[in-house]
């Protein structure tokens, strides 16, 4: 499986942006995914999950409330809502597709390349 992310940028602080995972390979749908995320001078950090048919979420703590994980496999999408966003939020996101639920860093199958979330105060 190979994982493209995009939809990264620059936002105020309180804005949205929606992340976009698109994944080749017709074993996307077997996957459980998951987005993580990774400041500067920080160690990479779970973000959200979703299992392999979407019926299951979890959410770490900072992104409970604001962030909404989705996939569609019929267009091997899985997405990331980003709502109210803070400057603490700032980080490089990567999407991951892992047999394991929920995803840990650790137990990750295939990782994408990352997209620069940048969020201004």
């Known amino acids: 499986v190979q994982l493209q992310a995009s939809g990264g940028g620059l936002v105020q602080s309180g804005g949205s942006l929606r992340l976009s995972c698109a994944a080749s390979g017709r074993t996307f749908s077997t996957y459980g995914m998951g987005w993580f995320r990774q400041a500067p001078g920080k160690g990479r950090e779970f973000v959200a999950g979703?299992?392999?048919?979407?019926?299951?979420?979890f959410y770490a703590d900072s992104a409970k409330g604001r962030f909404t994980v989705s996939r569609d496999n019929a267009k091997n999408t899985v997405y990331l809502q980003m709502n109210s966003l803070k400057s603490e939020d700032t980080a490089i996101y990567y999407c991951?597709?892992?047999?394991?639920?929920?995803?840990?860093?650790?137990?990750?199958?295939?990782w994408g390349q990352g997209t620069q979330v940048t969020v201004s105060s």
């Open positions: 979703i299992n392999w048919s979407g019926a299951s979420t």
């Open positions: 991951a597709a892992s047999t394991y639920y929920p995803p840990t860093v650790h137990r990750v199958d295939y």
